[in-house]
């Protein structure tokens, strides 16, 4: 198997095939493997973000590459979310005070909210992107978690203006740090340069692992049992939070998230303090917006949600109110 700077080439051309069926087209050498989404990102925003530059994310958003932006220097501004993705009117606000460069942003099972990007605002935030000369980096770390096709900035783009991340470390495991970019050719030459400059090279041992899975089959099946597991582990989720008297933003289409929030508490920051002390992890809304602002959700992950202690102390949380 022959090897390059943006990883091994038979991986390469099997993640051809595997965003054909996304309906993105991107050849081989449009493709750079990294160790996981977030090394993916960090290339991305090595290149692209520097210090003093304003750039859009989510809000709420992935906290933790909110702190590698901050690292690069950036100044950072929310784009609020509604259910069928960013809202454009705001956007367009934004656009038009800060001019940024780049925005970052999610658009199948979002995190934190597990919400999915409509056609129609995908369709706008293209041509916002267009008349204002920036970049879309589409973080779809989630995709192989949704059953079914959804829009993609990157299927209606072509990597024209959007660079697409994905990874394999939210399925197959934490530790098997693989994950790959898609641009443009001469972004994805660049990026490659930046990759090889801060890490030499990628894990050839794991890019020739999930070599295998996808050729063998092995890849796609596994991916229809675990979608099936984390809907039954949705549904428990979320009949949990229907016994506690919890509003819940959606039900999602798959993933592991549920965004929900207990009625009456304006900030939650304090709930999830109460919830450490008896030694349950709760993730306030908080740490998912730019600034930290406060907030009155909590994300809760099906895969650990559904326990007696989760369902007892938020229980008695919600008596209290």
């Not at 449009?30 to 692209?48: F, K, M, S, Y």
């Not at 930046?194 to 990628?202: D, I, P």
Request: aromatic residues 8%.
């Amino acid at each position: 198997m022959l090897r390059h700077g943006a990883g091994l080439s038979a991986t390469r051309q099997q993640l051809q095939v595997k965003l054909a069926e996304f309906g993105i087209g991107a050849a081989p050498h449009q493709i750079v493997l990294t160790e996981g989404a977030t090394r993916a990102l960090d290339i991305i925003a090595r290149h692209l973000v520097k210090p003093g530059d304003t750039v859009l994310v989510d809000d709420p958003g992935y906290f933790n590459f909110f702190g590698n932006l901050r690292l690069q220097g950036a100044k950072l501004v929310g784009v609020p979310r509604n259910i069928d993705g960013p809202d454009v009117d705001q956007l367009e606000a934004l656009l038009a005070v800060h001019k940024p460069r780049v925005f970052f942003t999610h658009s199948v099972l979002h995190n934190p909210t597990g919400a999915n990007l409509s056609p129609g605002v995908a369709f706008r935030i293209l041509q916002l992107a267009e008349k204002h000369d920036f970049l879309l980096i589409e973080d779809d770390t989630y995709a192989d978690l949704h059953p079914h096709a959804t829009t993609r900035l990157a299927n209606l783009d072509q990597l024209n203006r959007v660079i697409f991340v994905g990874s394999f470390s939210k399925t197959l495991s934490g530790s098997l740090r693989v994950g790959f970019l898609a641009a443009r050719p001469d972004l994805a030459a660049e990026l490659t340069d930046v990759k090889t400059l801060t890490t030499v090279a990628s894990s050839e041992f794991n890019e020739q692992l999930i070599y295998q899975m996808l050729t063998d089959g092995h890849y796609r099946k596994y991916i229809d049992r675990l979608q099936g597991r984390l809907a039954q582990a949705t549904d428990t989720c979320l009949r949990m939070l229907d016994r506690v008297g919890m509003e819940v933003y959606l039900e999602p289409k798959g993933g592991v998230f549920l965004w929900a929030r207990p009625p009456g508490i304006d900030d939650v920051a304090e709930l999830a303090s109460t919830a450490a002390a008896h030694n349950i992890m709760l993730a306030p809304g908080k740490v998912f917006r730019p600034q930290m602002q406060p907030s009155p959700w909590l994300r809760f992950n099906v895969a650990f949600a559904a326990v007696p202690e989760v369902e007892r102390f938020m229980g008695e949380a919600m008596a209290r109110v």
